[in-house]
Nanobody, 121 residues
Framework: QVRLVESGGDLVQPGGSLRLSCTASGNIFSIGTMAWYRQAPGQQREFVAN???????AYTDSVQGRFAISRDNAKNTVYLQMNSLKPEDTAVYSC???????????????WGQGTQVTVSS
């Protein structure tokens, strides 16, 4: 019923920038909080950033000041602008969203498939 699709992952040099996008489609009445998580090789998945339906944001300490999350409600899309990238940012980045379908008023959690970000010389 609901699908989240990420894009924008790439190979980039240290100090470079990338912008990730995640678009939700399907049976969507409204979308609450949207978030980005990442999982590095051999590591647990960790929270990166989120943004609520009114634009309020939160970031994990390691990306504060370098990454910026934003959303376009008309496009059902969340973005992650990543600047000053470091090798330790290398991970699969996944999108998460709380979605209310037309069928009821409750919010359901959905995940995208992930997009690979590699930071290396």
């Amino acid at each position: 019923q609901v699908r989240l699709v990420e894009s924008g992952g790439d190979l980039v040099q240290p100090g470079g920038s990338l912008r990730l996008s995640c678009t939700a489609s399907g049976n969507i009445f409204s979308i609450g909080t949207m978030a980005w998580y990442r999982q590095a090789p051999g590591q647990q998945r960790e929270f990166v950033a989120n943004i609520d339906s009114h634009g309020g944001t939160a970031y994990t300490d390691s990306v504060q000041g370098r990454f910026a999350i934003s959303r376009d409600n008309a496009k059902n899309t969340v973005y992650l602008q990543m600047n000053s990238l470091k090798p330790e940012d290398t991970a699969v980045y996944s999108c998460n969203a709380l979605v209310a379908p037309y069928s009821d008023y409750r919010l359901w959690e959905h995940w995208g498939q992930g997009t690979q970000v590699t930071v290396s010389s």
